[in-house]
T-cell receptor, first 110, second 114 residues
């Protein structure tokens, strides 16, 4: 079992729709959870972090965490073509090790 | 606040040659990570430093890769000898101490081994 699992996609959504990205993790002791966005040829940039069960909203982005199910998700409302990128789920566990998933490629169709 | 600095940005070498990458983390960040990202995959952790000590190097191919972090600041990652499958982007990231702090990435070094 991979430590952090994501569907590689591509996930295609029409402009203005809600994009839903999912991630599961294996280490129950994980403490912090992050979503990074990576444009082609660029480095990952942090867009959301979440540490407690529930939802965290920031503008058009909502991160959801369910530690019992070991599940993290990212919702992007009113998706824009500029949101087209690969979204990486990252999990911080013991000794501050940060493990990434394979990333989900999102395509927002105008 | 200055970000994570990496050099060089690009490097092309022949197989069996050696190469070194340099990283300067954000000032005050105790934790430094080196990741390898092969095209179409997520970043894979090669080595993690806490100050100048190694915390995790379980996925570092130690027969050819080495890394050091002198004085708990700058770090270098070396490959000797390089193989074709080492072609990837090498990302350096740093983070402050604490379980909730996020990792900030440098621009990466794109290595092509021919």
């Amino acid at each position: 079992q991979k430590e952090v699992e994501q569907n590689s996609g591509p996930l295609s959504v029409p402009e203005g729709a809600i994009a839903s990205l999912n991630c599961t993790y294996s280490d129950r002791g994980s403490q912090s959870f992050f979503w990074y966005r990576q444009y082609s040829g660029k480095s990952p940039e942090l867009i959301m972090s979440i540490y407690s069960n529930g939802d965290k909203e920031d503008g058009r982005f909502t991160a959801q965490l369910n530690k019992a199910s070991q599940y993290v998700s990212l919702l992007i409302r009113d998706s824009q073509p500029s949101d087209s990128a690969t979204y990486l789920c990252a999990v911080k566990g013991g000794y501050q090790k940060v493990t990434f998933g394979i990333g989900t490629k999102l395509q927002v169709i105008p | 606040e200055a970000g994570v600095a990496q050099s060089p940005r690009y490097k092309i070498i022949e197989k069996r040659q050696s190469v070194a990458f340099w990283c300067n983390p954000i000032s005050g960040h105790a934790t430094l990570y080196w990741y390898q990202q092969i095209l179409g995959q997520g970043p894979k952790l090669l080595i993690q430093f806490q100050n100048n000590g190694v915390v995790d190097d379980s996925q570092l191919p130690k027969d050819r890769f080495s890394a050091e972090r002198l004085k708990g600041v700058d770090s270098t990652l070396k490959i000797q000898p390089a193989k074709l499958e080492d072609s990837a982007v090498y990302l350096c990231a740093s983070s402050s101490a604490g379980g909730v702090s996020e990792a900030f990435f440098g621009q990466g070094t794109r290595l092509t081994v021919v």
